[in-house]
């Protein structure tokens, strides 16, 4: 059995609604500050957009863990 972690972050937009990026395989060690930085990053350097504008805030983040248990089926 394996554990998938995903790191779901939410940012404000500049029409006032909010937009979720994920990572996949995010490390399990992560911390808060390493997110928290990170999103600062994104919204500072404006690397990324959407149809509702650019990022402009932090709303959020979540680290999601689940476990996958894959059958030989053969």
Known sequence: M????T???DFATELGKT???RVYDIRA???AAEISST???I??????GSATGDYTGKVG??????DVESF???
């Open 2 to 5: 394996a554990v998938q972690r």
């Open 7 to 9: 790191l779901e972050m």
């Open 19 to 21: 937009q979720r990026m």
């Open 29 to 31: 060690d992560i911390t």
């Open 39 to 41: 999103m600062d990053l």
């Open 43 to 48: 919204i500072s350097k404006n690397i990324f």
């Open 61 to 66: 983040a979540r680290l999601i863990s689940r």
């Open 72 to 74: 030989d089926l053969a």
